[in-house]
């Protein structure tokens, strides 16, 4: 019940700040329509599909969650250089719980986000069908990987630091690394090679996969996701408690 309390308390403050709630919600939706408007200005017989809305949805449903990590390292930092963390140090909460308290609410923004990202592209051609939940849903998941990097940062830096980080930085290194941009075939050669190595092109291909109903494909790029994603919460956990313990001495 603490948990949902704190997560309760975390939504609140996102929605206060309509800013960063529409970089979130609207800014997906405006990169989505414009770069549909181009795909349909581009002569069928030239056969590209660089942005085809099979493609395009899935990479803008993934930038989309990449917001979370400034979401949720924002508020662990103002939280923090606001002795709010301090006072809740007085209840039985452990570190696992405050995590828990600061992801739970960025995975419910995640999934209204990709629900609308995914509807939209419908009056752009998608075709909307059972494949869609399952995209939202890995959507969720692989969002995870953006939210523990928000929580790492918003353990170390102030908010500042972490708008510029988590917001400027993240950004334009997962859209130029998941194809976002410019689609990865387009580009080829060693910077493919380059963006294997990375999980934002995985993520992509997660919910690619999981759109198009081909299943059987998506466990390679899964494993990498889990593999970064379990890294970085830990990490988050490690330097929070640390942080928090610092401070409180």
């Not at 395009?56 to 969650?65: E, I, K, Y």
């Not at 953006?146 to 170390?156: D, E, P, R, V, Y």
């Not at 059987?216 to 970064?228: A, D, E, K, S």
Request: hydrophobic share 55%; with cysteine.
């Amino acid at each position: 019940m603490k948990i949902f309390l704190f997560a309760k308390r975390n939504i609140k403050e996102i929605l206060r700040d309509p800013i960063h709630l529409f970089f979130s919600l609207g800014f997906p939706l405006v990169l989505l329509a414009l770069l549909s408007i181009i795909n349909s200005a581009i002569p069928s017989e030239a056969k590209n599909t660089m942005f085809q809305i099979t493609n395009l949805a899935p990479r803008v449903a993934m930038f989309g969650s990449v917001f979370m990590a400034l979401f949720a390292g924002m508020l662990l930092a103002k939280d923090r250089t606001s002795s709010f963390l301090m006072r809740l140090f007085t209840s039985p909460m452990t570190t696992k719980d405050f995590i828990l308290g600061y992801t739970l609410p960025m995975i419910v923004i995640t999934i209204v986000q990709a629900t609308i990202t995914f509807l939209m592209a419908g009056a752009f051609g998608l075709d909307i069908n059972i494949n869609i939940f399952f995209a939202i849903m890995m959507t969720a998941l692989t969002s995870l990987l953006f939210i523990g990097t928000g929580l790492f940062f918003g353990s170390l830096l102030n908010d500042k630091a972490v708008g510029g980080v988590c917001g400027a930085l993240l950004t334009n290194i997962a859209g130029w690394l998941s194809g976002v941009f410019i689609p990865i075939d387009l580009i080829g050669g060693t910077f493919k090679k380059i963006t294997t190595i990375f999980p934002f092109y995985h993520s992509v291909e997660i919910i690619r996969v999981s759109l198009s109903g081909h299943f059987n494909h998506i466990l390679p790029h899964l494993m990498i996701v889990i593999g970064y994603t379990t890294t970085i919460f830990i990490l988050a956990m490690i330097v929070f408690n640390r942080k928090i313990n610092g401070e409180k001495g």
